[in-house]
């Protein structure tokens, strides 16, 4: 396609003029034709095909895929394998109203396991709002647990989602989130590079994790197990030079085990992130998404003086004392205590009782 361009590359494959290597990978298909029965089921269900030469088509986001594929090696035995490999797509299946370009253009990828905690559902919803709440474009796959999760938070925040599937956008799969696909549809877009009708086959999910990983500016990691496919495309956002954010869980849970594995690869490089103001940090604009610096509790006694610091802790809890005597135990001057005294006076932390100084009640 590259070389000669769709058209022409299809006229070389049905006449067997193709290269042997790609005729080997078409294989049987070669002779099957089903674009007009594609477009119609598309046409069907609401859906559209978006080739590059459109103008939705995110042009940008993908070519980091073409960088990363001229970083393959040039001989067909050292390079990846079809599911893994680091290939653009030739057109995608969309279905919904929003355009595909702008709807990635400030996006973030929320991944991980089917089998859930509540803790992960409620973390993946929590970020998906606080995203959807701030403008930005909630990217997942549509699958039980923390996908589902991610999708539900940034709705109910009236903001866009996306679900990349690995069946036909025709196709709800899992069934039981029809319901799910179709707020998807009406508020945001579902994404496939198979044509409608086409069968959620298990290498699939393992090819629509790249474009997962492209399409965003960067890959949220809430709940991975050891082996898992969110461990998968964090993997590949890395390759694609994107940022990979981990959301820690409890060390005794077995379905955080692939988070804390990704903190711990130093290559990988993920960053522990915790709240969506430091999501977009990683993934925002230099100097326009910098969350703010996590405070704790304030009290009265901060900002006060090393010197006002001691006289209050000489202080006694129940019996008011002299100046001289709080000198002694603070280890400072008279005068000290005397010029501290009615500023930890005007803060409620002292008060006088008539003979002496203590901790105002």
């Not at 001229?70 to 050292?78: C, L, N, Q």
């Not at 599937?165 to 696909?181: E, I, M, Q, S, W």
């Not at 790249?210 to 709940?223: K, N, P, S, Y």
């Amino acid at each position: 396609m590259e070389d000669v361009g769709p058209v022409e590359a299809v006229v070389r494959l049905r006449s067997g003029r193709a290269p042997e290597r790609v005729r080997a990978l078409v294989g049987a298909r070669v002779d099957q034709d089903a674009s007009l029965a594609d477009l119609g089921r598309a046409e069907r269900c609401g859906a559209r095909l978006v080739v590059p030469e459109d103008d939705e088509w995110p042009a940008l986001p993908l070519h980091a895929l073409t960088l990363a594929l001229g970083e393959e090696p040039t001989e067909p035995a050292g390079q990846s394998d079809r599911t893994r490999a680091p290939v653009p797509p030739l057109a995608l299946w969309v279905r919904g109203t929003a355009r595909l370009d702008e709807l990635v253009d400030r996006s973030v990828a929320i991944v991980g396991s089917r089998a859930s905690t509540a803790y992960g559902e409620h973390v993946a919803a929590e970020l998906g709002h606080q995203l959807g709440e701030r403008g930005w474009t909630v990217v997942s796959g549509g699958a039980f647990g923390i996908d589902a999760a991610a999708h539900r938070g940034a709705l109910a925040a009236e903001a866009p989602t996306l679900a990349v599937l690995a069946c036909g956008v025709d196709r709800p799969y899992p069934a039981a989130h029809g319901a799910l696909f179709h707020r998807i549809a009406d508020n945001g877009l579902m994404v496939s590079e198979w044509p409608p009708g086409c069968a959620p086959l298990r290498h699939r999910f393992l090819v629509r994790n790249r474009l997962i990983a492209a399409l965003t500016r960067g890959t949220v990691v809430v709940e991975a197990a050891a082996r898992s496919g969110a461990q998968a495309t964090a993997r590949r956002a890395q390759d694609l030079g994107r940022p990979v954010l981990v959301v820690p869980g409890p060390v005794t849970s077995a379905l955080s085990v692939g988070c804390h594995e990704l903190l711990r690869d130093e290559d990988l490089g993920a960053v522990l992130v915790t709240s969506a103001a430091q999501v977009l940090e990683a993934v925002g604009r230099i100097g326009d998404d910098l969350a703010p610096p996590v405070e704790g509790p304030s009290s009265p006694r901060d900002g006060l003086s090393d010197v006002a610091l001691r006289v209050l802790d000489a202080c006694p809890v129940r019996t008011g004392v002299p100046p001289d005597r709080l000198a002694a135990v603070a280890g400072c001057d008279v005068l000290d205590v005397l010029r501290v005294l009615p500023a930890l006076e005007l803060a409620d932390l002292v008060e006088w009782t008539g003979t002496g100084w203590r901790l105002a009640l």
